[in-house]
C-alpha cells in the first residue's frame, strides 16, 4: 500500500475514532513507513555489498552457500560481543531453532 493510501485511511478513520485508536492507527502507519526505510538503507548498505563481496570493515561469517534458500538475517550494528545479555540470548535462540 503507498503512503498517500494509507495516510488517506488514516483521516477518514480519525473522525470515526478516539484520539487513543487514532494515535495506534498513526503509530502503524509511521512504523510501516520507517520500517520499510530501515529495509532499504540495510539492503543497500550490506546485503548488495555482502553479495557483491565488498564489505571491507565487517567480518560477516559465511557458513554455507544459501542460494535459493530462505535466509535469516541477524544483526546488531554494535557487534555481538557488545550486545545486551537479551540480544545474545535471540541470536543464540534464533541459532538453535532456524532448523
Not at 555481538?80 to 541470536?91: L, V
Request: aromatic fraction near 18%; include cysteine; proline fraction near 1%.
Amino acid at each position: 500500500m503507498n503512503n498517500f493510501v494509507l495516510y488517506s485511511l488514516y483521516f477518514i478513520y480519525s473522525a470515526f475514532f478516539l484520539n487513543k485508536h487514532r494515535r495506534i492507527i498513526k503509530g502503524k502507519i509511521l512504523y510501516q513507513k520507517e520500517h520499510e526505510n530501515i529495509a532499504n538503507y540495510l539492503e543497500n548498505t550490506y546485503i548488495k555489498k555482502y553479495f557483491e563481496n565488498k564489505l571491507d570493515n565487517i567480518q560477516i561469517k559465511k557458513t554455507r552457500n544459501i542460494n535459493g534458500k530462505k535466509i535469516i538475517w541477524q544483526f546488531w550494528y554494535q557487534g555481538i560481543d557488545n550486545a545486551p545479555c537479551i540480544i545474545k540470548k535471540c541470536f543464540k535462540s534464533v541459532q538453535k531453532y532456524k532448523g
